[in-house]
C-alpha cells in the first residue's frame, strides 16, 4: 500500500491535475465586455471599436475566470502588421466573439507570455489579420477534466459561452493520462508494473473513456443548447511522449511509454471523433499535426540532465495546436 502510494503521487507530478476556477469576478468582467462589445457594434465605443483599452482587463489568475483579449494582439506586435489589422477590423460591422473551453492547453501553461502565444489567442490574431473584430474569452484552467468542465459550465463560469459565435474546445487529456502517468512512475523507479496493478490500470483507463463519452455528450448538448448558433470546434490530443525514450515493464513483456501513451491518446481522440460526428460539431487534428511536423514541439525528452515529462507543447507546439484550429475555420 506505501509503495502504491508513492507511485500515486510520483504520477500526480508527472501530470496537471484540477484546480478551482470561476468567480463573480470573472463574471462581472465579462458582463462588462459585453456592454464593451454592444456599444462598439452600435457606435458607442470611445475608443472607435478597438476595445483597446480594455484588453488586458481580465488578464487575472486563471483561477477567476476568463482572460479576455480584444482589438490588438500585442503591444509588441509587428507594427505594420498591427496597422493592417487595425484598418481591417475598422471594415468590420460586428464583433467576433470567441470562447475557448479547457485545461492547461487552452490556458497556455508554460508560456512565457500567455496573452500572445497560448492557442486561442494566436487564432484570435488571425482572424483579426483577416479583418474580423475577435473578441477573445479563454476559460482555460489548468488540469481540468471534463467532469470540471462540465461543472464550470453549469455553474455560469462561462459567461460568453451563451454569446459565442466560435467555441474552441480542448478537453480530454487529464481524463486519461493519468493512467500513462501511473505506468511510467513504475519505469522511473526501474520497477515492472504488477499483474494485477497493470490491470487495474487498464480498468482505469476504460472506465474513464466511458466517464468521458457521456461528459463529452453532456457538454456539446448543454453548449448547442443554451446558444444554437455557434460554431463549435473541438482538438484532438497528441502524443505528449512521442520523443521520450522510455521502457515499461508490463506483465507481458514491455512496452515503450511512447506506444502505450499513443494508445491511450488515440482510443480518446476515437471517442471524440465519433461524439463530434453525433453531434454535428467540427475537429481540429491536433494529434496529426504533431504527428507530422519536424519541428521540436514538445517538452518530454530525454537528455543529459535527465527525463523531463511534462506533458505540454512549447511555443511551437501552441503555434501548431492554433494553425490546425485555423484551417479548420478557415474551411467554411
Same mark, same amino acid.
Given at each position: 500500500m506505501q509503495l502504491k502510494i508513492i507511485l500515486l503521487l510520483a504520477a500526480f507530478a508527472i501530470c496537471v491535475f484540477p484546480v478551482g476556477c470561476g468567480s463573480k469576478e470573472s463574471? &462581472?468582467?465579462?458582463?462588462?465586455?459585453?456592454? %464593451?462589445?454592444?456599444?462598439? #457594434?452600435?457606435?458607442?465605443?470611445?475608443?472607435?471599436?478597438? +476595445?483597446?483599452? /480594455?484588453?488586458?482587463?481580465? @488578464?487575472t489568475d486563471n483561477n477567476s475566470g476568463a482572460e479576455q483579449s480584444?482589438?490588438?494582439?500585442?503591444?509588441?506586435?509587428? *507594427?505594420? $502588421? %498591427?496597422?493592417?489589422? @487595425?484598418?481591417?477590423?475598422? @471594415?468590420?460591422?460586428?464583433?467576433?466573439?470567441?470562447?475557448?473551453?479547457? @485545461?492547461? +492547453?487552452?490556458?497556455?501553461?508554460? =508560456?512565457? &507570455?500567455? $496573452?500572445?502565444?497560448?492557442?486561442?489567442?494566436?487564432?484570435?490574431?488571425?482572424?483579426?489579420?483577416d479583418g474580423y473584430m475577435c473578441s477573445e474569452f479563454n476559460y482555460g484552467v489548468d488540469g481540468l477534466t471534463s467532469d470540471g468542465l462540465l461543472e464550470m459550465l453549469n455553474a455560469g463560469q462561462c459567461s460568453m459561452t451563451s454569446r459565442?459565435?466560435?467555441?474552441?474546445?480542448?478537453?480530454?487529456? *487529464?481524463?486519461?493520462?493519468?493512467?500513462?502517468?501511473?505506468?511510467?512512475?513504475?519505469? =522511473?523507479?526501474?520497477?515492472?508494473?504488477?499483474? &494485477?496493478?497493470?490491470?487495474?490500470? $487498464?480498468? #482505469?483507463?476504460?472506465?474513464?473513456?466511458? $466517464?468521458?463519452?457521456?461528459n463529452f455528450e453532456t457538454l456539446i448538448d448543454n453548449i448547442k443548447r443554451e446558444n444554437p448558433d455557434a460554431r463549435i470546434i473541438c482538438t484532438t490530443i497528441y502524443n505528449p511522449y512521442k520523443n521520450l525514450d522510455m521502457t515499461i515493464q508490463v506483465p507481458d513483456g514491455e512496452v515503450s511509454l511512447s506506444e502505450y501513451t499513443d494508445t491511450v491518446v488515440t482510443r480518446l481522440n476515437n471517442v471524440m471523433k465519433e461524439v463530434a460526428a453525433d453531434k454535428g460539431?467540427?475537429?481540429? &487534428?491536433?494529434?496529426?499535426?504533431?504527428?507530422?511536423?519536424?519541428?521540436?514541439?514538445? /517538452?518530454?525528452? *530525454?537528455?543529459?540532465?535527465?527525463?523531463?515529462?511534462?506533458?505540454?507543447?512549447?511555443?511551437?507546439?501552441?503555434?501548431l495546436m492554433a494553425e490546425a484550429f485555423y484551417q479548420v475555420i478557415k474551411s467554411k
Open positions: 463574471i &462581472d468582467r465579462d458582463k462588462t465586455a459585453v456592454s %464593451q462589445i454592444e456599444d462598439s #457594434e452600435t457606435g458607442n465605443d470611445k475608443s472607435n471599436g478597438d +476595445l483597446r483599452d /480594455n484588453e488586458n482587463a481580465a @488578464d480584444t482589438g490588438n494582439w500585442s503591444e509588441e506586435a509587428d *507594427n505594420s $502588421q %498591427q496597422d493592417t489589422t @487595425d484598418k481591417e477590423k475598422g @471594415d468590420t460591422e460586428e464583433t467576433m466573439i470567441y470562447v475557448a473551453l479547457g @485545461d492547461s +492547453l487552452t490556458h497556455g501553461y508554460g =508560456l512565457a &507570455d500567455k $496573452q500572445k502565444d497560448r492557442f486561442s489567442a494566436v487564432i484570435a490574431h488571425k482572424l483579426r489579420t459565442a459565435d466560435l467555441i474552441t474546445i480542448d478537453i480530454g487529456a *487529464n481524463d486519461v493520462l493519468h493512467t500513462a502517468a501511473m505506468l511510467a512512475a513504475y519505469a =522511473l523507479y526501474d520497477m515492472a508494473a504488477p499483474e &494485477d496493478e497493470y490491470e487495474s490500470i $487498464q480498468t #482505469e483507463l476504460d472506465n474513464s473513456l466511458d $466517464q468521458y463519452r457521456s460539431i467540427e475537429v481540429a &487534428d491536433s494529434y496529426t499535426a504533431f504527428e507530422l511536423t519536424n519541428k521540436t514541439v514538445l /517538452n518530454a525528452k *530525454n537528455d543529459a540532465t535527465g527525463t523531463n515529462m511534462d506533458i505540454h507543447p512549447n511555443k511551437d507546439g501552441y503555434a
